[in-house]
């Protein structure tokens, strides 16, 4: 990038379903707490990037008008489970090209007034060629998976176990906060309801309302900067392809980040991935390149992947525990991911901590190319 | 702009109420022409802007699937009426920066899947404080204007008279086709059925399905040429302010569109201008300076803004005739210009045509300020 990007303060909402609670207060939590952590004012901001899926249109500015921002470039963005990954890319360019100076990158969503399901609704079969809700296309994902590599549904489950037990940490998330009682265990995920063979209720994301926010600008001493970001979308589907999980894309963004930032996987000490159902952050881990194909159901198992372990992965508890609301989602990922590297994350602290990893994936499952796939380097101040 | 921008090709579909169509198809229409006009295939894209409201999630990348793009960034960006308009200035500033060399722009609403009324449905009442749908705020604004200008329900009319003179010529417009008889009479206007006093149903746009595209690249011999885009968001509102129009996003884009351009309002040889309502054409044109306050009114009825008169406004027809598709107006907007600027718009062509204006304002009404306007000024090649 051509000027360094700082992220000068994150913030987010609590995660959880808040029918009574308009789309605007949950936006407010989270921008308000961004906005403090940098240690700017509604005048600073010149220009603001949204993720969002279900908006509604206009809930852009309906927000910013509770904010006192106002008169400067707005621009609201859609890319399926990635939308607030994408406002994140178009912000950190537009501060690394010098087109703006500080940035408002926000992300909202609000799925207790559209959906009552306990699944994550995401766009259901974005090709509408399979007639199959997500969960459907991942559990196709996951038993070929099982079957290619003599993977076992043990290996999946654990998934689930680590990140629900990483979510019973963080007080904001969804099902974090209704685990006082510990998280769930091994067997305790695989009797849980099945909702498609074979990932369990328990290996799905809950369908959650929440925001999440960024400031950022030129990097100052102390910032968490940020070291690459790169932005692909799927590329017309081929059936002949073995790319049957759908996170070619993944492979290629990282490819492009770890090259932009000449970071290699096994330096990264963090990471927030896309793990909406278990099926997802195994495949996820092996397109990243923390191990080679076939690997990734092992990860978990062996510890690698969890608080503690050498490369932890969602640590604020991931999508599985502190939900997904979709538009949200990728900034909630970035702000764990900076408090990682600010040492501030309390009970969930990865210590030591210097590089951290955000990926996300939209509109992708097994047989399709994803929509979007955003992923992002950033690093502790190298100075500090 | 640091580099010079040119618009290499546009395109747009057929616009009308097509509920039997795929929006999918509708978006390969235009975006095929623009492409086959630009002489780019679909390797020679780096990077895709899409405008569009109502989506659905994911259109983006259905529609690109069919077109042989993909494994580039894809952005999809929701700014109300403005989508498509904001999806071209973003589109503009990454050429113009350098971040990418060739970029389709492309926007898409399927609004009769969504709407079954006459009456463009726009998001209403965007604040959710009024409790009105949008035909009846800008009816608000209307008897304002007639109160305090002392102009007349004629004068109003007579901008629907016009635009849709203007729109029998082309045959792609919505109501121009239907037209076949002619255009409505001032009489005709002002008999149509009343919606919001003193909005007649002629001085509202229909709800259309449609899609327009645009290939931008670095300006070659012979392009039309992006001179400036401006893209501004609304301020919060103030009960105290003289703004009652909602139009003050539209001055300031303005202001900023003619300076960086080096172009004053006078030297506009055509323009497309957001004409959802008749009203809404008379105090955008006020607010682009092409007329003191109070001075708009008179406009279409002098001949000025007509086909023939100096400086000829919404020659497609405009939103009044072709239509509004929330999502593709904007570029539809944009492709007009480009044709009028290269000499290729048949019967309703501004002779000599050299510089253009285009503006589009999002989810703006009386009593709100604008959620987002853009206006962007354009030239033929200054050489040819």
């Given amino acids: 990038m051509t000027r360094p990007v700082g992220v000068w303060g994150v913030g987010t909402s609590h995660f959880g379903r808040f029918p009574d609670q308009r789309v605007e207060t949950l936006a407010w939590e989270a921008i308000g707490e961004a906005m403090t952590a940098a240690g700017v004012t509604a005048d ?56 703006y100076g500080t940035v408002l990158a926000f992300g909202v969503e609000h799925l207790s007034s559209l959906f009552t399901g306990a699944i994550v609704p995401e766009a259901t079969d974005a090709d509408g060629a399979a007639g199959l809700p997500l969960p459907g296309l991942y559990a196709l994902g996951a038993q070929r998976y099982l079957a290619v590599h003599g993977a076992t549904v043990e290996q999946l489950a654990q998934v689930a176990v680590k990140n629900k037990a990483h979510g019973v940490r963080n ?51 102390g910032d968490v900067r940020v070291l690459s970001s790169a932005l692909v979308s799927g590329r ?35 990471l927030e991935v896309h793990d909406a159902f278990t099926i997802g952050e195994i495949v996820t881990l092996e397109a990243l390149g923390l191990c080679k194909p076939g690997e990734g159901a092992e990860l978990a198992v062996s510890g690698h992947t969890a608080l503690g372990g050498r490369q932890p992965v969602n640590p604020s508890g991931g999508l599985l525990s502190r939900g997904h609301p979709l538009g949200a989602t990728g900034l909630a990922q970035l702000a764990e991911i900076v408090w990682q590297l600010r040492g501030v994350a309390g009970d969930r602290q990865v210590p030591g901590a210097r590089i951290g990893l955000v990926e996300t994936l939209g509109g992708a499952a097994s047989g399709m190319d994803g929509n979007a796939a955003v992923v992002a380097l950033l690093s502790s101040d190298p100075s500090s």
């Fill in 171 to 221: 007080p904001r998330a969804h099902l974090g906060r209704a685990s006082s009682s510990g998280a769930p265990s091994l067997d305790e995920v695989l009797a849980s309801k099945m909702i498609a063979e074979p990932l369990t209720l328990l290996q799905c994301c809950p369908t959650t309302d929440g925001a999440a926010a960024a400031v950022l600008g030129r990097a100052r001493a």
């Fill in 236 to 270: 017309p589907w081929d059936q002949r392809s073995d790319e049957i999980w759908g996170v070619a894309p993944v492979r290629r963004a990282a490819d492009e980040a770890f090259s932009a930032a000449g970071v290699e996987a096994e330096d990264v000490d963090v």
């Fill in 44 to 99: 600073d901001i010149d220009a603001v990037f949204v993720g969002t899926v279900f908006g509604p249109p206009g809930v852009a500015i309906r927000v910013l008008r509770g904010t006192g921002i106002g008169g400067v470039p707005v621009v609201t963005i859609e890319a399926a489970c990635a939308s607030g990954t994408a406002a994140f890319h178009e912000a950190a360019q537009a501060v690394a090209s010098g087109r």
